[in-house]
């Protein structure tokens, strides 16, 4: 009889020490714990007695490399200009592959988000710039636009089993092409003079880029590489440096170069000849034949696996608890005494824009999207979708990022605070509401809400 691996080995010491940090790092919430804890810590600490030390380490400057070739930046802009890189090329990843094979793949599915998301966009800019007061400080009608898809999907798994799963991928999905329209602004709008010359290196890194893809490069370490002489061409060009994770995103491959049913075919052939070599086995040590046997599976469950897949999944613990997390402790640390009176309407316009513009566009797109045809996803009713509106709300990550590009200080003092009110009553208001949705049962359906209407 060919003796079989146990079900269940007891787990090591080291196992059972992390088993409650890999617990809550595979919890939904759990991403959005960790940037509250980190905006909460830097807001303490920028207004402690001791705040000094905060500022100075944030302002710090870093140099990587010597002269003339080396890069010197504030610790904070290498935080801003290059961790959050890696921010933008996740959200570029997570694009592709909704466009590709998720909800925005199907013109149907994608019209009610795509329409909320624009109306989450364009009602809290006009809300700003009529609340702002002009002049240099309608710069910042971007900062409302954004939502925190990390922050409003923790407070969404708050509320457990009860919140149908199609009402979380609408959120999902409206936040995601929320993020897409986010990007073309800070590109359009908030880069600086451009250099034609950086720009043009630029292009032509990103045509070697696309070359690679075309020639069947599949190894995410190469992408990596061409990837940063394209962050440094965009940096020197006055386009943000963030688009250049976007862009490498949109290049990385997407489709397996194994289909699943020869994965199993390979997979099967390899198992029977693990299975026909244990009958043989001595010791606990793989024999050079079952080690191939073991390297056939493992290189077709990579080849199985998309690139664009494989990288996401990697990479999003990294964005999740290291790089924003570093970014709000970089950036929510603000000094509440410091803002001039001078400098209020902007934060009066941003709590407008995210706790009031985010949650009436989003909602007044729907029903538009919905007279012409649209619909709601099965299960997910009007009352609940005012509940995830006012989640929309909650602008943090991309709005903060769109006020570094938008003012300087005292301003982006203001618009910080600002964010931070709006995105906390925002969060607070879309509890309230899923709360009492989710508790009353199905609420309003599309027949009441047009009679109502």
């Avoid at 009610?112 to 400080?137: C, D, H, I, R, Y």
């Avoid at 149908?164 to 073309?184: E, T």
């Avoid at 026909?276 to 073991?294: M, S």
């Avoid at 998309?306 to 640390?333: C, K, S």
């Amino acid at each position: 009889m060919v003796s079989s691996v146990r079900a269940a080995d007891p787990p090591t010491p080291i196992e059972r020490l992390l088993s409650p940090f890999q617990r809550f790092a595979e919890t939904e919430a759990s991403g959005g714990l960790v940037l509250l804890a980190c905006t909460a810590l830097a807001l303490i600490w920028a207004n402690a007695p001791f705040a000094p030390s905060y500022f100075a380490l944030r302002d710090a400057r870093v140099a990587l490399g010597g002269a003339p070739l080396g890069l010197a930046m504030p610790l904070h802009h290498w935080i801003n200009d290059g961790l959050m890189a890696a921010f933008f090329f996740l959200v570029g990843l997570e694009v592709k592959r909704e466009f590709l094979f998720g909800e925005l793949a199907s013109p149907r599915r994608a019209a009610l988000p795509v329409a909320a998301a624009l109306g989450g966009m364009v009602v809290p800019a006009l809300v700003f710039t009529a609340l702002s007061g002009g002049g240099e400080l309608m710069r910042g009608w971007g900062i409302p636009m954004a939502t925190d898809i990390a922050f409003a999907l923790g407070v969404l798994a708050l509320f457990g089993p009860r919140v149908p799963v199609q009402l979380k991928v609408f959120l999902a999905a409206l936040a995601i092409a929320d993020d897409i329209g986010a990007v073309v602004v800070i590109a359009l709008f908030y880069s600086a003079g451009v250099s034609w010359t950086a720009l043009g290196l630029a292009g032509v890194v990103y045509g070697v880029v696309l070359l690679a893809n075309r020639g069947g490069l599949r190894r995410p370490g190469a992408y990596a590489l061409l990837g940063i002489p394209l962050w440094l061409a965009l940096l020197a060009s006055g386009i943000h440096a963030s688009i250049a994770g976007v862009l490498m995103a949109a290049a990385i491959p997407a489709r397996p170069r194994l289909d699943v049913r020869d994965f199993v075919r390979r997979g099967r052939v390899a198992l029977s000849t693990l299975e026909a070599l244990a009958v043989e086995r001595v010791g606990g040590v793989p024999a050079p034949e079952e080690l191939e046997a073991i390297r056939q599976i493992e290189a077709g469950a990579t080849l199985a696996q998309t690139p664009l897949q494989r990288i996401e999944h990697a990479l999003h613990p990294w964005v999740a608890f290291v790089v924003v997390p570093l970014f709000a402790l970089a950036n929510a640390g603000v000094r509440l005494t410091d803002v001039p009176p001078g400098a209020l309407p902007v934060t009066v316009a941003v709590v407008a824009g995210l706790v009031a513009g985010k949650p009436v566009g989003i909602m007044l797109a729907s029903w538009i999207a919905a007279r012409f045809g649209a619909v709601l996803p099965a299960g997910v009713t009007w009352r609940a979708l005012l509940g995830v509106a006012a989640l929309g709300g909650i602008g943090f990550t991309m709005s903060i990022f769109i006020a570094n590009l938008a003012f300087d200080d005292p301003l982006l003092r203001s618009a910080k605070i600002g964010i931070l009110v709006g995105s906390a009553l925002s969060a607070l208001l879309g509890w309230l509401l899923l709360g009492r949705a989710l508790r009353d049962g199905p609420g309003l359906v599309e027949a009441e809400l047009e009679e109502r209407i």
